[in-house]
């Protein structure tokens, strides 16, 4: 069987979804910025499981992780795997690039891009500009999730992109009736690039029409105070709830439950969380941004929103529900099941 080393943080949820699907093909090994899930040391022996202890921050300047080049480097080489795998390409990705150009060892190298890696950090100066362009340079192969991150990957380098979804492992099963018309879900982070502020003004012009509406948070972040306080200002305390983070089982209680799913970052990829909405029948209410466009079609099957998007736009799409759950049900099953896109992704690379 042969050898993949997987490298990123293995707390994550992404993570967690690729070790999963990756064990039922490879000997899996699995070196973590941070710590380990439980659910990867469920599935990973615990002698192919490598902690650094480092925190990664998704804005950069983590030195830190390179402190790790020589621990890392050695980690490998005892290995020998035939592939190295890294996630979030201007940390783990730069770290791995590094150990393939400076040591000459044969492994194959695959640069997954997850969102802002590839459309927020390369364009904040030349100098990200650069560490990108040399970690893409250096890959194998490149993996994204939206024919518009693939767009952009290949402005960059001329690198091999493999494009899939990091979907879901199966349709759930799920009833229309268990919706809750006045029901408004969000579960993105509470900061910056997630707009939650907006995501409260909005709900704000719905509950004026809509006295009977509730929104759940479940997330966290660190604008959660600012966000807190928001909301009393503006009079909603009593009906917007924040949950903090939820178990996986709460989870999918509340997409059950709730009939809309408000997700307005300013910049993303394709979302699993609104992958996992759209599976459970909700109607989403997204940003204009190009990745979400590939999933929604405005006033079809859910809205794209805007800064006077209210509650008009969301009664035309209520008296049409039925149709919306059935059509985000079928678009998700056709385009979005994980196990599909690892077989399919395991064929390609094992052709490098």
Known sequence: MKKYIIIGNAQSVHMIKWVKQLVNYFDVYVISSTGTHKDIQAVVKDSNIFNLNVQVKEEGGNTGLLRKYNKVRKIIKKIDPDFVNSHYITSHGFLAALIKKTTGLKFKLIQSAWGSDILVTP????????????????????????????KVLNGISPVEVSTFIFGIDRLPDVDISEKDENLFYSNRIISGNYNIDEVIRFFKRVSEINPDAELLISNDGPDREKIVNLTKELGLDNRVIFKGFVSLEAQVALYKRAQFYISIPTSDSTSVSLIEAMAFGCIPVVSDIPANKEWIKNSENGIIYYSETGFEELQNLLKNKDTVFKENRRIVAQRAIFPESIKKYVEIINKL
């Open 123 to 150: 364009f904040k100066n030349r100098f990200y500009y650069g560490i990108t362009k040399f970690c893409l340079n250096s890959a194998d192969l490149a993996t994204s999730d939206s024919e518009y991150m693939t």
